[in-house]
């Protein structure tokens, strides 16, 4: 059965690796991950895996999801802004957690399938466009945000959308090593910046490479 797929998953993956807010487990319990992967991955929903994408990009591992979520520490009543929206899988968790997602994807053809999956489990208050994040302003601040590919170097573009207070993950370097990082707002201009853990995801599309030097 999917719900008690879903248990282990949550059991054995996401609370092993470290995800211990059961705010986070019931989130994850309460969006299902199945409508999310595609049909012919659709035996992979409930492994620790990132499964394909269209466009070449993958879903994030559920325990990769887990402690984004966890890191973010969301109440019920934050504005969030991701960026990636995927298959839609982390938006919806995301707005399960939060009052509204505003969620930014550059490949179209997923932007669009996320809509669809969103909309399948009737969420609300969730903006999902088409647009590219090194270029996108939306000219608000959020309590929350959530870059779900990888920084190659980090851009302070991000962090200078949070509220006083706000919340940014984040994920920099390059493979094989890439280290998840917490920052947070504390003032109009002063962040501070927590490592999290290491981990391999898609890097982000566009996004600023550190310069090569050449000899």
Known sequence: ?????????????????????????????RVPREPFVPPQHRFLAHADL????????HMLRPS????????????????????????????????ASSSSVHSIEIIPELAELARRNVATLGLRDIEIIPADAMRHDPRLRFDAIAV????????????????????????????????ARLVRRVSQDAW?????????????IDAHHPVEFVF
């Open 64 to 95: 990769v999801v887990g402690r984004l979520l966890q890191a973010l520490e969301l109440s019920g009543t934050e504005r969030v802004f991701e960026v990636g929206s995927g298959s839609g899988f982390v938006t919806a968790c995301l707005r």
């Open 148 to 179: 779900t590919a990888a920084l190659p170097t980090y851009d302070r573009r991000f962090q200078d959308l949070l509220a006083i207070g706000g919340r940014l993950f984040v994920v920099v370097g390059e493979a094989p090593v890439m280290e």
């Open 1 to 29: 059965m999917p719900a008690d797929a879903r248990e282990q998953m949550i059991e054995q993956q996401v609370r092993a690796w470290d995800v211990l807010d059961e705010r986070v487990l019931d989130t994850l319990r």
């Open 50 to 57: 990132e499964v394909p994408l269209p466009g070449g990009q």
């Open 192 to 204: 501070t910046v927590e490592s999290l853990f290491e981990t391999v995801i898609d890097p982000l």
